[in-house]
């Protein structure tokens, strides 16, 4: 009996001090635990409350990038506009939105917008109006912008009755009075337009059903160029932008039109010589470059003929399906060519009018 009774208290004796070991090693980690949650509190205090991304704001963005060369410029974000002093000859700059929406189909929101710049006298340099398609990237940026003319003092067309639906932007074009300048109350031409985003640019829909240059398939004239495409704010076809680098020359390439193409092509060297004869054999291995490296073999071959037999000239060359004009500038160490064709398919579209409603 006493083994036994001893025994029992032997193991009795063991579970206190179990209990004890358990409940020591609890209360340690509880006050571990307790430090850590102080800690975090501490620091969550100091690093203040945690704020939720703001909600962007495209016409608070354009406001604040309007103004941010001018320390004087005072901004209305209730009004979405900013007006600036501009040394006694004031005027406001203002935004609204037209539509809101995925236009590129990349899952973030892209905007079209209205831009209005207000000045003194109505009439001035700072007196103007465009539309702004705006395609936005990650993180907020701007990843395109394409600006189409609605107003200026001597613009060639008045855009107005503007209004969206469905992806496409309806607008009433009418010939500006100060450009055309009707006599005897000859009343001003006027057309409906119609843009659209597609295919990662705007256009205007009549240009993509009626003007030849709508149909070429590849507008890139250099292999492996930078290519940025937009739309003519002016008649509305699309406007090509091209830059390339080579070890001799920086080369630039806009080309526009709806039947007629007109190409300017710069080529950049590092000379600020006199060397007139060195200027002409640099003039032959930009020609020479162009005719191998361009979709323009054909026009470069026949001005090199061109060249062959005739005196340098910088006058504009008629030739049998294309005009041409080669000149050569000089300034800050560099010498640029600048290359200039024009072809005339439709000898009908002359000026601005006739292009933009594709006669």
């Keep these: 009996m006493e083994l036994k009774l001893f025994q029992k208290l032997q193991l009795i004796s063991s579970f206190l001090l179990l209990g004890l070991f358990v409940f020591s090693c609890g209360e340690s980690v509880q006050k571990s635990l307790s430090k850590k949650k102080q800690k975090e509190f501490v620091k969550a205090e100091k690093s203040g409350p945690v704020r939720e991304k703001e909600t962007f704001d495209i016409l608070k963005f354009l406001v604040d990038e309007e103004a941010k060369d001018d320390r004087k410029a005072k901004i209305d974000y209730k009004n979405q506009s900013v007006s600036f002093k501009n040394d006694g000859d004031p005027y406001e700059v203002s935004y609204s939105k037209i539509a809101a929406e995925d236009l590129n189909h990349d899952g973030l929101t892209d905007y079209i917008l209205t831009r209005n710049s207000e000045g003194m006298l109505g009439g001035n340099a700072n007196t103007n109006s465009e539309i702004l398609y705006l395609i936005m ?27 969206y639906k469905k992806g496409k932007l309806q607008v009433e074009a009418t010939q500006n009075y100060r450009t055309y300048m009707p006599e005897d109350d000859e009343p001003l031409d006027a057309t409906d337009l119609n843009f659209i985003y597609k295919n990662g640019n705007v256009y205007e829909e009549s240009y993509l059903e009626e003007c030849e240059l709508a149909k070429w398939k590849n507008k890139q004239l250099f292999r492996g160029s930078e290519v940025t495409r937009t739309i003519d704010m002016h008649n509305y076809t699309e406007s090509v ?56 073999t054909k026009e470069i071959s026949a001005i090199q003929s061109y060249f062959t037999d005739k005196d340098p000239s910088e006058e504009a060359i ?18 640029t060519f600048r290359l200039i064709i024009d072809q005339t398919k439709n000898p009908d579209q002359t000026e601005n009018w006739e292009i933009t409603t594709r006669h």
């Excluded at 008629?318 to 010498?335: A, I, M, V, W, Y």
């Design 137 to 163: 990237g990650p993180d907020d940026r701007i990843a395109q912008r394409h600006e189409i003319l609605t107003y200026a003092a001597f613009s060639y067309n008045i855009l107005e009755v503007i209004s």
């Design 318 to 335: 008629d030739l049998d399906d294309f005009t041409f004009r080669l000149s050569s500038n000089q300034e800050k160490g560099k010498t």
């Design 241 to 296: 932008h091209e830059k390339l680098s080579t070890q001799e020359f920086t080369f630039s390439a806009d080309f526009s039109g709806c039947d007629n193409l007109n190409l300017v092509l710069e080529a950049t060297f590092a000379y600020k010589g006199k060397n007139q004869e060195f200027i002409w054999q640099k003039r032959d291995r930009f020609l020479e470059y162009l005719k191998n490296n361009t979709s323009l």
